[in-house]
């Protein structure tokens, strides 16, 4: 009797680990074609393109400003938000997702639809401040330099600590698409300052992305501080 139960519990582990390899797989394989067209420079996908070419061409000030965000059609920069999270999160969504998953047929896409719907939100907020720096800040590197300051002072914050615990944690919400509402906005709370580097950098915008994504991920493969007893 023993046996056979061991033999169950082995079965379901290897299944369980057979299911993660190809959830991982699949999340790669998104994240690789994202990248891709994002070197193919698709002009719906530069980000560079919304953000620097109406910086450089409307001036400083406020009325830069507002012609900055008269030229940068909504629909474009929603679009390439959505290619810059599709490139640099899927990578980190692995346990989550598979968590979600667990909760039966469709849980994994309502958990998908409220932690992107949380990040398409806090994406608005970061384009319009990156398109302010660079019509308020019109010396060359001044928007990075902003931007870097901002997240070095959140990398090394309480808050920012808390928000990636809360990140790192154990689904504790049995509503998948609760569950991914609330994990986006710990998500988000832990990387915002970040995910708004990209945006202000004038030039070399992928490689900025990679290694934001390479912080990301170490950041997320290390798991929540331990909790005192």
């Known amino acids: 009797m023993a046996t056979g139960e061991g033999r169950i519990a082995t079965r379901a582990a290897s299944t369980a680990t057979s299911g993660r390899r190809r959830l991982r797989g699949g999340l790669l394989l998104v994240t690789l074609m ?26 400083p000030g406020w009325a830069g400003l507002e012609l900055a965000l008269i ?5 474009g920069l929603a679009a390439a938000w959505l290619a810059m999270l599709l490139a640099m999160m899927p990578p980190t969504l692995d346990r989550p997702l598979a968590a979600a998953g667990e909760r039966g047929p469709g849980a994994a896409g309502l958990f998908l639809l409220g932690y992107g719907a949380v990040w398409m939100a806090a994406g608005a907020i970061l384009i319009l401040l990156a398109i302010a720096l660079r019509a308020l800040l019109p010396a060359p590197g001044a928007p ?10 959140w990398q090394a914050s309480f808050p920012k600590q808390v928000c990636l615990d809360r990140c790192d944690a154990p689904a504790g919400d049995r509503d998948s698409l609760r569950f ?3 994990h986006g906005c710990w998500c988000v709370g832990a990387g915002w300052a970040l995910m708004a580097l990209p945006l202000t950098v004038e030039t070399g915008h992928l490689p900025a992305m990679a290694l934001v994504l390479l912080v990301l991920l170490v950041e997320r493969r290390r798991g929540p501080r331990p909790q005192p007893a």
């Open 34 to 59: 994202a990248w891709a067209l994002l070197f193919a420079g698709g002009s719906w996908l530069n980000l560079p393109a919304y953000c620097t070419a109406s910086a450089r061409s409307v001036g």
């Open 144 to 153: 990075l330099a902003v931007a870097a300051l901002a997240a070095l002072a």
């Open 180 to 182: 991914g509402l609330s």
């Open 71 to 75: 030229l940068n059609p909504p629909g």
